[in-house]
């Protein structure tokens, strides 16, 4: 079936509408990052680079690591990003753009999040890495696509029980790692956790500055929460919509994160930029060593 020119939005020049990538000017192990400037703290490693494009908040560099061709795109912070960046990626990818049909043979990416997060837990070190088993999210974005088959509906029932969640917000959900990306990434030096995903930086992790919370114990709850002797260890803000947008286009996706803040004893990292440097060397030789 055609797909209609108000659904697909091409530019001019045949590239996509918000990454401005045609399909060639990508490679299908791709990473992501949130910050446009972390695009070049990636690719300063790459041997090569052969496409550098940008629009918006979205920056695309691809080249070559060890041989190997690679892709790193910004997608800004938010869910709502992560539904532009992953359906157009995939689109890249899975569409014919000249006929507007879906291809008959379709391409499986690779996903890895490089990002950064809060530890909720008290033990977590500031600048450990840790590798997200499982994601909670607070946004409501998959709840827009047919997701009953990719999640866990009895943890996100436990957590909501657990939490008193309030029935104004979106509920949780809950979606799993790639269980082989998952295996990859493991190693004595990587914590494994579960990691919420927050539709927001200041009141919905709890932040106070001027406002007051709807529930200012969220956080205490969410720390306490156990499931099958399992603790939440961080937040952050694109986790849980990658994991499930990933599962549903058939791609595969893990999210590493970079502990810059603990939030439980309020402190903040005193080399950040050591850290997110670290878990980018740790990345890609993993994928390509």
């Not at 090569?48 to 080249?63: M, S």
């Not at 997608?75 to 709502?80: E, Q, R």
């Not at 995903?197 to 709850?221: C, I, S, W």
């Amino acid at each position: 079936m055609r797909i209609p020119e108000s659904e697909l939005i091409l530019n001019p020049d045949g590239s996509i509408y918000h990454l401005n990538l045609t399909p060639k000017d990508i490679a299908t192990t791709i990473i992501t990052v949130g910050d446009p400037d972390r695009v070049d703290d990636v690719s300063e490693y790459f041997d090569t680079i052969e496409v550098k494009v940008q629009n918006r908040e979205f920056k695309t560099h691809t080249g070559t690591y060890k041989g190997n061709r690679i892709s790193v795109i910004s997608t800004g912070i938010g869910t709502d990003n992560i539904d532009i960046v992953f359906n157009e990626l995939d689109a890249l990818a899975n569409i014919d753009f000249t006929t507007r049909t879906v291809k008959k043979n379709l391409t499986q990416l690779t996903f890895i999040r490089i990002g950064t997060s809060g530890a909720i837990q008290p033990e977590i070190p500031l600048d450990s890495i840790i590798l997200s088993e499982v994601a909670i999210g607070f946004d409501n974005l998959l709840h827009f696509y047919k997701n009953d088959s990719i999640l866990d509906s009895d943890f996100s029932e436990a957590f909501i029980k657990h939490t008193n969640w309030n029935s104004k917000k979106s509920n949780p959900y809950v979606v799993s790692a790639d269980e082989k990306l998952l295996q990859l990434f493991s190693s004595e030096e990587i914590l494994r956790g579960i990691t919420t995903t927050h539709v927001g930086f200041y009141g919905p992790q709890g932040r106070v500055l001027r406002l007051p919370l709807e529930d200012a114990t969220l956080n205490e709850k969410i720390a306490s929460f156990t499931y099958n002797r399992r603790k939440i260890t961080n937040l952050e803000m694109e986790t849980a919509g990658i994991y499930g947008m990933a599962k549903l286009l058939g791609h595969r996706a893990i999210s590493l994160n970079a502990i810059l803040a603990n939030r439980a004893t309020g402190t903040f990292s005193n080399t950040p930029k050591k850290a997110i440097n670290t878990i980018i060397q740790h990345t890609l030789d993993v994928l390509f060593p």
